[in-house]
């Protein structure tokens, strides 16, 4: 045997190991009264320190099971129960691809919007990528301009540690 190929024996029977470990350990069920509907696709969740859930994508209605049952576009945020806060309501005019929570509670939001906050469909511009207060509203100090004049979308957001 190689010493590249008994790595990767090793690698394999490590991956297996914990694979089994972590399935008997960490079994989960599905909790059945948690269904707080979506008329489209949840493409971003993210969870506040409060058990909040921040979620976005590409839906029009969240909240009350089924497809939903209150406007919120493109993010919204649950109750950890499920139902809908009806607190927050920052709006985009498109999808939102991805969050993340800041250690100070502020929600970056990215995705193929050009307007988000203020409800609705969004008023304030800010293409691809904004900053939410924990209270919906857009943190008028994070602007990240120029923009392209074509269209775009950001997929992905990842918060680093300096």
């Known amino acids: 045997m190689t ?3 008994h790595f990767h024996a090793r690698l394999t029977a490590l991956v297996c190991a914990v694979l089994a470990s972590s399935a008997t350990a960490g079994a989960q069920q599905v909790d059945p009264t ?3 509907g979506a008329n489209g696709a949840i493409r971003a969740v993210a969870v506040q320190a409060d058990k909040k859930i921040v979620v976005g994508g590409d839906f029009t209605m969240l909240g009350g099971g089924g497809t939903g049952t209150t406007p919120r576009s493109h993010i919204g945020r649950l109750n950890p129960d499920g139902s ?4 927050f309501d920052p709006g985009a005019d498109h999808i939102v691809h991805a969050l993340a929570i800041q250690p100070n509670g502020q929600i970056l939001v990215s995705g193929q919007f050009l307007k988000l906050g203020g409800g609705g469909v969004g008023i304030t511009f800010r293409p691809f ?3 939410l207060n924990q209270d919906g509203s ?3 100090t994070f602007k ?5 004049a074509n269209t ?7 918060e680093l540690d300096f």
Do not use: C, H, K, M
């Not at 775009?152 to 990842?158: M, P, Y």
């Open 138 to 140: 857009v943190d008028e």
């Open 84 to 87: 809908i806060d009806g607190t």
């Open 129 to 131: 990528l904004g900053r």
């Open 144 to 148: 990240t301009g120029p923009y392209p």
């Open 152 to 158: 775009g979308s950001i997929n992905t957001l990842a």
């Open 34 to 36: 948690f269904n707080p």
């Open 3 to 5: 010493s590249g190929s």
